[in-house]
């Protein structure tokens, strides 16, 4: 079973402020997938990596997948309140487990003007 | 375009009781996937298809089946509800596995 640990759980900041949320994990994964999810909603996807050691930035995101394909990280620069929600990792596995997509726990993240 | 549609939105169960939420893509997607997302748990894949015809087990299968008779359709079926099984389900679908675009979410409680 692939299991992913995110962390932290919950982050209450203020505007303005940076933050990093980690995911990771003992397994490989050929993706790693970064979603955000509003109350009442599905998530939506923000960024996918694929490489090792690649580093993706969406705007004030910014995506990193480890150089072993076990874990990744979003950084968020000077966050503003519409940053609020809940972000979820995901990783989709390979070999036996290819077509699975396994989620981390998530982090509801808070931002106060 | 309408992407994927869950249907219903919201449903009441008696423990016992069968239905079935239903699942459509209209973008020709080969991926489809059944997560429930309860508090605290992030979401758990029940089942999962990568294509029309072929379907496998999750995390969390028991309680629940599928099928996939056709591209567009994927739907789970509840075989006899119980209260354990009160939850948000949402599917998902993707043309590679690179990325998925989820459903809007069926709310079920089961009493």
């Known amino acids: 079973t692939q299991l992913l640990e995110q962390s932290p759980q919950f982050l209450s900041i203020q505007e303005g402020e940076n933050l990093t949320v980690y995911c990771n994990s003992s397994?490989?994964?050929?993706?790693l997938q970064w979603y955000r999810q509003e109350p009442g909603e599905g998530p939506v996807l923000l960024v996918t990596v694929v490489t090792g050691g690649e580093v993706k930035k969406l705007k004030r995101l910014t995506f990193q997948f480890g150089d072993a394909r076990k874990d990744s990280s979003l950084h968020i620069t000077a966050a503003q309140p519409g940053d609020t929600g809940l972000y979820l990792c995901?990783?989709?596995?390979?070999?036996?487990?290819?077509?699975?997509?396994?989620f981390g726990q998530g982090t509801i993240l808070t931002v106060h003007p | 375009n309408a992407g994927v549609t869950q249907t219903p939105k919201f449903q009441v169960l008696k423990t016992g009781q069968s239905m079935t939420l239903q699942c459509a893509q209209d973008m020709n997607h080969e991926y489809m996937s059944w997560y429930r997302q309860d508090p605290g748990m992030g979401l758990r894949l029940i089942h999962y298809?990568?294509?029309?015809?072929?379907?496998d087990q999750g995390e969390v299968p028991n309680g629940y089946n599928v099928s996939r008779s056709t591209t567009e359709d994927f739907p789970l079926r509840l075989l006899s509800a119980a209260p354990s099984q009160t939850s948000v389900y949402f599917c998902?679908?993707?043309?590679?596995?690179?990325?998925?675009?989820f459903g809007s979410g069926t709310r079920l409680t089961v009493v």
């Open positions: 397994s490989v994964f050929s993706s």
């Open positions: 998902a679908s993707s043309y590679n596995r690179y990325g998925y675009t």
């Open positions: 298809s990568v294509g029309a015809g072929i379907t």
């Open positions: 995901a990783g989709a596995g390979g070999g036996t487990s290819y077509g699975k997509l396994t």
